[in-house]
């Protein structure tokens, strides 16, 4: 996962999903523990989904940007176009790999 500072940096064309955290607390620090092993299995060597992985820090700008209400959030976007967010603290990351999954079939 690459983390960004910038909205900007984002691609606009694929598919995507950006982590929103705050710091490397725990909660944090374990939601993206739980995606990291999502993303193994959504990119699955044998039939990988093609996706990027972003992570970036809140601020105002992303929380005006993408109206966020519970933290840690991932969005999972379609060229550009958001499709599915998941938030909230996870312990699951099977359930995270089929949202994502689901994000990028819609």
Known sequence: MTEINNISQLPTTGKVVLAVIIGNRA????????????????????????????????S??????FQISQFPCA???VDGIEKKRFSGHWT????MANFIQEGFNK
């Open 27 to 58: 909660p944090c620090r374990k939601f993206l523990g739980e995606l990291d092993q999502a993303i193994g299995i959504v990119e699955n060597p044998n039939n990988p989904a093609g996706g990027s992985y972003f992570s970036m820090q809140l």
């Open 60 to 65: 105002k700008e992303v929380n005006e940007f």
């Open 75 to 77: 969005i999972i976007m």
């Open 92 to 95: 699951y990351h099977f359930e």
